[in-house]
């Protein structure tokens, strides 16, 4: 079992770097991992920008905490605007953009 304090997801957040595959500048992400195995957990923190995920090898939950982001579907086009205490799946196999329009932060969850 693993122990989560409030202050682990306000607080401050490891720095991850960039996100692959957006524009220079954009998509700043820090996070921490609460949990890596057998499924991933953490929070995720990133900038303004946008970014393309195709064919995910992998199962994604979330639940929005702060900022706003629009997630496109690309085989269709639709898209869905998240806020704060929304939530999403993105499941193994689908393609999708991000847009970060706010500095966003995220609980996941990642299965195989």
Do not use: H
Not at 36 to 55: A, L, M, N, Q, Y
């Amino acid at each position: 079992m693993t122990q989560i304090a409030s202050t682990d997801l306000t607080g401050p957040l490891q720095d991850w770097g960039y996100r692959p595959g957006a524009k220079e500048g954009e998509c700043k992400i820090s996070g921490i991992w609460i949990c890596k195995e057998p499924v991933k957990s953490g929070i995720w923190e990133c900038t303004p920008g946008g970014f393309d995920v195709p064919d995910r090898d992998n199962t994604e939950s979330m639940m929005i905490m702060s900022g706003r982001v629009k997630i496109t579907n690309l085989t269709d086009g639709t898209s869905q605007e998240l806020g704060p205490g929304m939530g999403l799946v993105l499941p193994k196999g689908c393609s999708c953009r991000w847009d970060v329009l706010e500095t966003t932060r995220k609980f996941f969850t990642i299965s195989p």
